[in-house]
């Protein structure tokens, strides 16, 4: 074949190609693109955080995270675990303040703590609300680290764990379904399936925060839950953001020790580590879409920059698509409100 043959020829193939392959056919409506999505999000794979604060009728605004409240155990909370539940999420995530702090976190073990009475409540309420229980000590302890404090400063990895299984058998006893140890304390996870054994709740499952970076991302959350440490930082026991290798055998370990969920925290920052975990291990994956990746486009919507509907529904699809099962986020209830409202508006027209 003559170089003038296999032109025309190549030319013949770009042309029928041109008129074959035309990937837009499937972009063209919104009807044709909800029809062939890759990835769907649904109220299912949503668990809102919530901060319980001790008090009674309380619902305070945090500053830093704009349309995110504290409320108090009662009515107030009543009012917002409805919302939830009639936009079809069945999950929270509830965070502790009390009014009194001290060196050994105390009250989270307290069973008539603030994050205590809050899941009796809502269990009482509706009792097929899947209640998640933070396992840490960083909004308790008077020094705001995540673990015991010796006299040198350092927290004590091993007396820490102990700690974390009484706080876990406290949460079970008042009726958690789930806790979620996220203190990054080495073998947490066993301490805490070994304590919940042997106090008669082998059925409460474990999130392990296996994968929780030490992170700019957590800013807003400190304000909120008043946990920022009054000294140093937690590098010593929050995972480097350089490492994705060290998030595997993190996780690995989780699962050695009983964990039944698992999870990466930041989420935004990193997707790579959420689908490293998810082609590694089978558990259900959750991801932490964390307050400061909410707060920052909450402040870009604020000045105009972005139009946050569309920021938020590309973030949260792009945490489903790196692999994410189940995704703990401030957004959750305005993301569906939103997907609401514009069904009824169509519908309409």
Same mark, same amino acid.
């Given at each position: 074949?003559?170089?003038?043959?296999?032109?025309?020829?190549?030319?013949?193939?770009?042309?029928?190609?041109?008129?074959?392959?035309?990937?837009?056919?499937?972009?063209?409506?919104?009807?044709?693109?909800?029809?062939?999505?890759?990835?769907?999000?649904?109220?299912?794979?949503?668990?809102?955080?919530?901060?319980?604060?001790?008090?009674?009728?309380? /619902?305070?605004?945090?500053?830093?995270?704009?349309?995110?409240?504290?409320?108090?155990?009662?009515?107030?909370?009543?009012?917002?675990?409805?919302?939830?539940?009639?936009?079809?999420?069945?999950?929270?995530?509830?965070?502790?303040?009390?009014?009194?702090?001290?060196?050994?976190?105390?009250?989270?073990?307290?069973?008539?703590?603030?994050?205590?009475? *809050?899941?009796?409540?809502?269990?009482?309420?509706?009792?097929?609300?899947?209640?998640?229980?933070?396992?840490?000590?960083?909004?308790?302890?008077?020094?705001?680290?995540?673990?015991?404090?010796?006299?040198?400063?350092?927290?004590?990895?091993?007396?820490?764990?102990?700690?974390?299984?009484?706080?876990?058998?406290?949460?079970?006893?008042?009726? *958690?379904?789930?806790?979620?140890?996220?203190?990054?304390?080495?073998?947490?996870?066993?301490?805490?399936?070994?304590?919940?054994?042997?106090?008669?709740?082998?059925?409460?499952?474990?999130?392990?925060?296996?994968?929780?970076?030490?992170?700019?991302?957590?800013?807003?959350?400190?304000?909120?839950?008043?946990?920022?440490?009054?000294?140093?930082?937690?590098?010593?026991?929050?995972?480097?953001?350089?490492?994705?290798?060290?998030?595997?055998?993190?996780?690995?370990?989780?699962?050695?020790?009983?964990?039944?969920?698992?999870?990466?925290?930041?989420?935004?920052?990193?997707?790579?580590?959420?689908? *490293?975990?998810?082609?590694?291990?089978?558990?259900?994956?959750?991801?932490?879409?964390?307050?400061?990746?909410?707060?920052?486009?909450?402040?870009?919507?604020?000045?105009?920059?972005?139009?946050?509907?569309?920021?938020?529904?590309?973030?949260?699809?792009?945490?489903?698509?790196?692999?994410?099962?189940?995704?703990?986020?401030?957004?959750? /209830?305005?993301?569906?409100?939103?997907?609401?409202?514009?069904?009824?508006?169509?519908?309409?027209?």
């Amino acid at each position: 074949m003559t170089k003038l043959e296999v032109s025309k020829k190549l030319e013949i193939n770009r042309n029928e190609n041109s008129v074959i392959s035309r990937p837009r056919r499937l972009r063209l409506s919104e009807g044709i693109r909800s029809l062939v999505a890759e990835t769907e999000i649904t109220p299912k794979q949503f668990v809102v955080p919530i901060f319980i604060k001790e008090g009674s009728g309380i /619902k305070e605004e945090i500053s830093s995270m704009p349309g995110v409240f504290r409320f108090s155990p009662d009515s107030s909370l009543d009012a917002e675990i409805q919302e939830i539940n009639d936009l079809g999420i069945k999950a929270v995530l509830l965070f502790g303040l009390p009014k009194k702090k001290d060196s050994l976190g105390s009250n989270a073990y307290n069973p008539d703590g603030v994050v205590q009475q *809050a899941v009796s409540r809502i269990k009482q309420t509706y009792p097929e609300m899947v209640v998640i229980c933070d396992v840490c000590m960083c909004e308790y302890t008077d020094h705001g680290h995540c673990g015991i404090v010796n006299a040198q400063g350092h927290v004590e990895n091993d007396r820490t764990t102990e700690f974390l299984g009484k706080i876990a058998v406290s949460q079970a006893q008042s009726g *958690a379904d789930i806790v979620a140890p996220s203190a990054m304390m080495d073998n947490q996870v066993l301490a805490i399936r070994q304590a919940l054994v042997s106090s008669g709740f082998e059925r409460t499952a474990i999130m392990g925060y296996s994968s929780k970076y030490s992170s700019s991302f957590y800013g807003p959350f400190r304000e909120a839950a008043s946990s920022a440490p009054s000294f140093g930082d937690r590098k010593s026991y929050q995972m480097d953001p350089s490492n994705v290798r060290e998030a595997i055998r993190e996780t690995e370990l989780d699962i050695e020790q009983g964990a039944d969920m698992i999870m990466v925290k930041p989420a935004l920052s990193y997707l790579d580590v959420i689908r *490293a975990v998810r082609e590694k291990f089978n558990l259900p994956l959750a991801a932490y879409n964390v307050s400061g990746e909410y707060s920052m486009i909450k402040a870009a919507a604020r000045n105009g920059w972005l139009e946050e509907s569309r920021a938020v529904e590309e973030v949260l699809t792009s945490i489903r698509r790196a692999g994410a099962d189940i995704i703990i986020t401030y957004f959750a /209830k305005e993301f569906l409100s939103n997907r609401q409202d514009s069904r009824v508006g169509s519908r309409g027209k």
